[in-house]
């Protein structure tokens, strides 16, 4: 089995966006060694397994909160038979792919490297989901006992409110 270094790390790549946790195409191609227009290729041969709880489409305003940059395609000159731009940088919006997008890609992504991704990534959100259960355990510990000690450490509370943000 193929062994995913630390420099791989996966959490840094797991964004929030329209309330879920998702992965960017980039990141994940870049996780499975391959070229995201290669990745991309593969969904769209696919998409019949990919419904819109599974994966969509970045919009714009989405692309320039992430600080993610792409040429528009303003005319077909940009593609070629290889869907690859002349002009070089990126003319297709961006996919994010949710927990269970990504559990199928590894029905279409079938090599060794996309195995030892996949299960990396599954780990990753389930250790997330844990760590969020315990957060929100946590806060509800803390405002309990606020309420008990009726403000009068309201400084240490505030730094406790501070941190869990």
Same mark, same amino acid.
């Given at each position: ?59 714009? $305003? ?6 993610? @940059?792409?040429?528009?395609?303003? *005319?077909?000159? #940009? &593609? !070629? ?10 003319? $297709? ?6 927990? @269970?997008?990504?559990?199928?890609? *590894?029905?279409? #992504? &079938? !090599? ?54």
């Amino acid at each position: 089995m193929i062994e995913i270094t630390l420099s791989e790390n996966v959490r840094n790549k797991i964004y929030m966006i329209r309330k879920e946790k998702v992965m960017l195409d980039f990141d994940l191609a870049a996780l499975y060694q391959v070229e995201t227009k290669v990745l991309n290729q593969v969904v769209k041969r696919n998409m019949p397994r990919f419904p819109s709880d599974f994966m969509f489409q970045l919009n714009k $305003k989405e692309e320039e909160v992430l600080g993610a @940059q792409y040429v528009t395609a303003e *005319s077909n000159n #940009l &593609k !070629s038979q290889f869907v690859t731009s002349s002009y070089g940088g990126r003319w $297709k919006p961006i996919f994010a792919f949710t927990e @269970q997008g990504i559990a199928m890609l *590894s029905s279409v #992504l &079938k !090599s060794d490297r996309a195995i030892a991704v996949n299960i990396k990534i599954m780990r990753t959100f389930t250790e997330l989901r844990r760590i969020l259960s315990t957060h929100k355990k946590l806060r509800y510990r803390i405002e309990k006992l606020e309420k008990k000690y009726d403000g009068q450490s309201e400084i240490l509370f505030k730094t406790i409110r501070q941190i869990l943000t």
